[in-house]
Nanobody, 117 residues
Framework: QVQLVESGGGLVQPGGSLRLSCTVSDTFFSRYAWGWYRQRPGNEREVVATIFSSGGMHYDDSVKGRFTISRDNTKNTLTLQMNSLKVEDTAIYFC???????????WGQGTQVTVSS
C-alpha cells in the first residue's frame, strides 16, 4: 500500500514562510502529476499547486506568486515553499496525485499550517 507522509507545517505569523515536504512510497511516483491540496475549516479539499511529470507547474490564483511546488523523482518527494503567508492560508495541507481519481491511495494525515498573529 502506497504511503504519503506530509511534514513541515506549524504556526507562523502573517508574512512568514514555511516549507512543506511529502514523501511518497510509490515506485510510479515519477509518472504522475502531483499536487498540494488544502482543506480549510468548513471547506472542501482543494488543490492549490500542481507539478506535472514534465516538470510544468500550475497554481491556484490564491497562491500564485507566493507558493512554489517542486518534486524530486529520485527521492519520491514533493515540496511546497510557502512565502508571504496569509491568515487565509490556514488549513491542513495534503499531497496527492492530480487528478485524485486516477489512483486509489489512502490520503496521508496531512500537516497543519496555522497563520496567525
Amino acid at each position: 500500500q502506497v504511503q504519503l507522509v506530509e511534514s513541515g507545517g506549524g504556526l507562523v505569523q502573517p508574512g512568514g514562510s514555511l516549507r512543506l515536504s511529502c514523501t511518497v512510497s510509490d515506485t510510479f511516483f515519477s509518472r504522475y502529476a502531483w499536487g498540494w491540496y488544502r482543506q480549510r475549516p468548513g471547506n472542501e479539499r482543494e488543490v492549490v499547486a500542481t507539478i506535472f511529470s514534465s516538470g510544468g507547474m500550475h497554481y491556484d490564483d490564491s497562491v500564485k506568486g507566493r507558493f512554489t511546488i517542486s518534486r524530486d523523482n529520485t527521492k519520491n518527494t514533493l515540496t511546497l515553499q510557502m512565502n508571504s503567508l496569509k491568515v487565509e492560508d490556514t488549513a491542513i495541507y495534503f499531497c496527492y496525485v492530480v487528478p485524485p481519481g486516477i489512483v486509489s491511495y489512502n490520503w496521508g494525515q496531512g500537516t497543519q499550517v496555522t497563520v496567525s498573529s
